[in-house]
């Protein structure tokens, strides 16, 4: 029989790999939605939860997510005379915006009545949506830090009723469904000397006159605010926003938080709106995040108010931090999600040597297994945070209970230390580990990884990209390992330590690995916290992490979660069975039970 050659349109072709709904495919994902939420909040919510998953791959998602990348945002000049920037942003990035508002990615954290399980399910439904958001998820994020910042000054009784009577519309808008009225915002801190590190914040605010003060109004009719900021920010994300809260420094020279309206009615009693005070210089040239507008901003007496008191911008600004570093975790570990979604997708179509498929092929497999161990496990720490973010804002239905699946939640204080302990840990080791399992997704795909390919769901090259950012946005891995040490050598450090200790005794730990990590920090000097600052993050994040997949493991019987939970403790490589055994684990831990059984081979 003579063999014919190969040709464009003949020979053999790769079949397409298809994507399955990652909520019913992504066990991790799934059994983290069955242990950290009430029985009756994950029966009524599971439907909801597989129909988002349905929508995130649905075709005009898809091309939105494609389209949005593929035309970026720009600037283009208002007229040929020096007028203003103008922002242009994409029809399918709109969309996309609007569709995440309306299934409450933003809106699901602040509705009563679920307590902590709201911001679960926010949070699943979220990383569901990461790998097709075209980062639409920037903008939810800064929202939702800004409305948790502003509902905590709603909630005193003493605010100021001219204050309130801004601050009020503003939250409701930032935490409806309703595409048409909703806002978002942006979170500007960054100048060209002060990154992470705030101290060098260049930005001025001065108070205006009574006079000066009761003139203009914002886009909304509302007053623009009694201060007059000036300065540069230099990197500042969701450029498209409707609001911001940022940094300045008072008189006094402190820093201090405001939040500041993007647009007012035009000062010439034209009819429209003009940007607040606000020129945007570019947009800049970025590694990923394409589709996200992100620009250098001068501001030239843009009007704003103060949040809080003169001097408290840092304190003010950390709660608003704490709510965007958890959403930072669930990108990354949602992008993660997504690339092993296609590896697996992936190994299951495509043949190699002999033609055997890539899931049955023992060293390919045992590769994936150790990736999804170590996803279990940052998985099951970051919707820690989730649960903790939810009891630090007051949702009583579960804080300080013991769910059915055994988790313990922290009462509020507890919630509330342990969120300012755990925040900067989790954003840093959740960050380098996707960075790291998205690399290795992008090479199991070999030469089809390193593509940008046409079928975006697909596209690991995007997803490699845009994960890169997560180790870096709201503070570098040894920013973070700082701001750690900071809390555990610090005045809340005592109280962070002791609702931790608290936490695992109640989870029925005892645990020795944390009982040491604890004894470490307490005698630990500064000096040396600091230089080992990631390996001690690193430590507490995995001590938890185990105790949580153990528990999880233990409330059903399920023995490859079980098998998960002790590869996490003992080490990746450390088997009590023989490589047959070794062999079958893998395949399950990958692919479930039942899946790849004939294939699997050495």
């Given amino acids: 029989m003579s063999r014919m050659p190969s040709s464009a349109t003949t020979g053999s072709f790769q079949p397409r790999p298809q994507l399955r709904n990652q909520f019913l495919d992504d066990d991790a994902l799934h059994r983290v939605a069955d242990f950290f939420l009430s029985s009756a909040l994950a029966t009524a919510f599971g439907p909801a939860l597989t129909a988002f998953g349905n929508l995130a791959l649905a075709p005009h998602v898809r091309v939105w997510t494609a389209d949005a990348e593929e035309h970026p945002p720009f600037l283009r000049a208002e007229d040929s005379f020096g007028g203003p920037n103008e922002l242009v942003t994409g029809d399918s990035w709109k969309r996309l915006k609007a569709l995440g508002t309306a299934e409450g990615l933003v809106a699901g954290g602040h509705e009563s009545g679920k307590g902590t399980g709201g911001r679960v399910v926010q949070f699943v439904k979220y990383h569901l949506w990461c790998g097709s958001s075209a980062f639409t998820t920037c903008p939810y994020a800064m929202t939702d830090g800004a409305a948790t910042l502003l509902a905590k000054h709603l909630a005193n009784k003493e605010l100021a009723p001219e204050l309130r009577a801004v601050l009020g519309p503003a939250y409701a808008r930032m935490t409806t469904r309703d595409p048409r009225r909703a806002w978002t915002s942006g979170q500007w801190m960054t100048e060209r000397v002060a990154g992470s590190d705030l101290t060098g914040t260049e930005t001025l605010a001065e108070p205006l006159t009574a006079a000066e003060a009761g003139k203009g109004v914002d886009g909304e009719g509302a007053p623009l605010g009694p201060w007059s900021i000036t300065g540069f920010k230099w990197f500042s994300s969701a450029t498209d926003s409707n609001m911001a809260v940022l940094l300045a420094r008072t008189p006094d020279g402190e820093l201090s938080a405001f939040y500041g309206p993007m647009r007012r009615r035009r000062a010439d009693g034209a009819p429209g709106s003009e940007l607040n005070g606000v020129t945007i210089r570019r947009l800049k040239r970025k590694l990923g995040t394409k589709a996200l507008p992100t620009a250098e901003l001068e501001l030239q007496g843009m009007r704003a108010w103060l949040i809080g008191q003169q001097g408290d911008g840092v304190r003010e600004i950390s709660a608003l931090l704490n709510v965007t570093r958890v959403h930072n975790s669930v990108i990354a570990m949602g992008l993660w999600g997504r690339a092993l979604a296609v590896s697996r997708a992936w190994a299951r179509v495509r043949r190699v040597a002999g033609g055997r498929l890539l899931s049955g092929v023992a060293p390919h497999v045992a590769t994936m297994a150790a990736q999804e161990v170590t996803y279990r496990g940052w998985m099951s720490l970051t919707f820690f945070m989730v649960v903790l973010v939810g009891g630090a804002d007051g949702a009583s239905a579960a804080v300080g209970a013991v769910l059915e699946s055994g988790l313990v939640v922290p009462a509020r204080a507890d919630a509330a230390a342990l969120l300012r302990l755990l925040t900067p840990v989790v954003k840093a080791v959740t960050a380098k580990a996707a960075i790291a399992g998205v690399a290795e997704c992008v090479e199991s795909l070999g030469g089809v990884g390193y593509c940008e390919n046409e079928d975006v769901e697909l596209n690991l090259a995007r997803v490699m990209r845009d994960v890169m950012v997560t180790s870096i946005w709201e503070g570098t891995t040894d920013v973070l390992a700082g701001d750690m040490v900071r809390v555990v050598k610090g005045r809340v450090g005592p109280a962070a330590l002791a609702a931790l200790e608290r936490w695992v005794v109640a989870m029925g730990g005892g645990d020795s690995a944390l009982g040491k990590w604890a004894r470490k920090v307490q005698t630990g000097s500064v000096e040396k916290l600091l230089l080992d600052g990631r390996e001690v993050m690193e430590e507490l994040g995995r001590g938890i992490a185990a105790l949580l997949l153990e528990k999880d ?36 831990i990958v692919f479930g039970e039942e899946e790849g059984r004939a294939e699997a081979k050495l």
Avoid: C, L, T
């Fill in 553 to 588: 493991a233990a409330r059903d019987g399920d023995v490859v979660a079980a098998e998960v939970a002790r590869r996490w403790r003992e080490g990746p490589k450390v088997f009590s069975y023989g490589v047959k055994e070794r062999v079958e684990w893998d395949r399950k």
